[in-house]
């Protein structure tokens, strides 16, 4: 960069050339409290649009499933799927009982509280 200098009364330009130019911090760009905070906005904007996108799908089908005959059950202290399963399933089906039941509630796992009410099937 270089910088030009003309002298008063005088006819003498002087040009000068200086080195590379560094930001000190009055040059530099700093974000609001508004700018901030509008990128935060866009940030969480662009996180749902992409969790929207590639996030899990629910996929409903147009045909009816098969209808299974249940009972409703209330989770006693110290129950668990697996013992509940194990209370109505047939011999050496009881992890396919387990998942009957929670596909049955919509259990995203083997969790369950006391006093929840769960449908389990008939066998």
Same mark, same amino acid.
């Given at each position: ?26 040059t530099?760009?700093r ?27 629910? #996929?409903? $089908? /147009?045909?009816?499933g @098969?209808?299974? =005959?249940?009972?409703? !059950?209330? %989770? +006693? ?20 009982t ?7 509630? #919509?259990? $995203? /796992?083997?969790?369950? @509280?006391?006093? =929840?009410?769960?449908? !389990?099937? %008939? +066998?």
């Amino acid at each position: 960069m270089s910088a030009v200098a003309i002298e008063p009364g005088s006819a003498r330009i002087h040009v000068v050339k200086q080195g590379p130019v560094s930001l000190s911090d009055s040059t530099r760009v700093r974000l609001t409290r508004r700018g901030r905070t509008v990128a935060v906005v866009l940030l969480l904007v662009l996180m749902l649009a992409l969790l929207t996108v590639f996030g899990p799908h629910s #996929a409903a $089908s /147009g045909q009816a499933g @098969t209808p299974v =005959q249940t009972r409703i !059950v209330e %989770v +006693g202290p110290g129950d668990t799927v697996w013992g509940i399963a194990s209370d109505v399933a047939e011999p050496g089906q009881v992890r396919e009982t387990v998942h009957q039941i929670e596909e049955l509630n #919509a259990l $995203s /796992g083997p969790g369950v @509280t006391v006093g =929840q009410q769960i449908a !389990v099937p %008939v +066998g």
